[in-house]
């Protein structure tokens, strides 16, 4: 089975923390891909990695970053927390294009920021 | 944008009877469309997926059917049970790896 880690389940920070939130898969997936989940609003993605070193925009990207020095690990940054952050965090990951483009999840980082 | 809909936020339903979800999509391009389950405080967990070449695919006590003449998706699951209570995504992708992804709908099952 898949597995996709996340680092922590509960995250409270105050504004202006540099917040690092982590994500690990075991299944050798190409992609990775950070989204925030809000009521009303569904998931949005924040950025994406093809591979390694790589990363992409995605549709909300403005107060983030990320990093991907490894395979399989696929971290987001808030470089300075702001309330309008506070949301659940969902990464996943899937396999190249080529094969079914599933993307499977972890359990999410509920982050709070105060 | 394109976008995901979902025509009902709720749906309610009696232990052992069938459920439906419905789903519309907005692009006509998109060729792969997956079902997702999200348990309260849990990450969405996949459920079924369906090609564009397909308008039926069978799973464990889950169909899912495509219509593609009027852009349409449908997750039925059989004898539904109380731990079937969850939100449901539907997400389509007419790009390579990017998933558009519907709001959800919350399935309430009761005994």
């Known amino acids: 089975d898949v597995k996709v880690t996340q680092s922590s389940r509960y995250l409270v920070k105050r504004t202006g923390e540099k917040v690092f939130l982590e994500c690990v898969q075991d299944?050798?997936?190409?992609?990775m891909f950070w989204y925030r989940q809000d009521p009303g609003l569904g998931l949005r993605l924040i950025y994406f990695?093809?591979?390694?070193?790589?990363?992409e925009k995605g549709d909300i990207p403005e107060g983030y970053s990320v990093s991907r020095e490894k395979k399989e690990r696929f971290s987001l940054i808030l470089e300075s927390a702001s309330t309008n952050q506070t949301s659940m965090y969902l990464c996943?990951?899937?396999?190249?294009?080529?094969?079914?483009?599933?993307?499977?999840f972890g359990p999410g980082t509920r982050l709070l920021v105060l | 944008g394109e976008s995901v809909g979902l025509h009902l936020p709720t749906l309610s339903v009696q232990e052992g009877d069938n459920s439906i979800i419905n789903c519309a999509y907005s692009?006509?391009?998109?060729?792969?469309f997956i079902w997702y389950k999200q348990e309260s405080g849990k990450g969405p967990q996949f459920i079924i997926d369906?090609?564009?070449?397909?308008d039926k695919r069978q799973g464990q006590r889950v169909t899912v059917l495509l219509n593609k003449t009027v852009k349409h998706l449908s997750l039925q699951i059989a004898a539904t049970q109380p731990g079937d209570s969850a939100v449901y995504f539907c997400?389509?992708?007419?790009?390579?790896?990017?998933?558009?992804f519907g709001t959800g709908t919350r399935l309430q099952v009761f005994p």
């Open positions: 996943a990951s899937s396999p190249p294009t080529s094969g079914k483009k599933t993307q499977y």
């Open positions: 299944m050798d997936h190409e992609n």
């Open positions: 990695s093809y591979d390694v070193k790589m990363k």
């Open positions: 692009n006509s391009a998109s060729d792969y």
């Open positions: 369906i090609r564009s070449n397909m």
């Open positions: 997400a389509e992708t007419p790009w390579t790896d990017k998933l558009i």
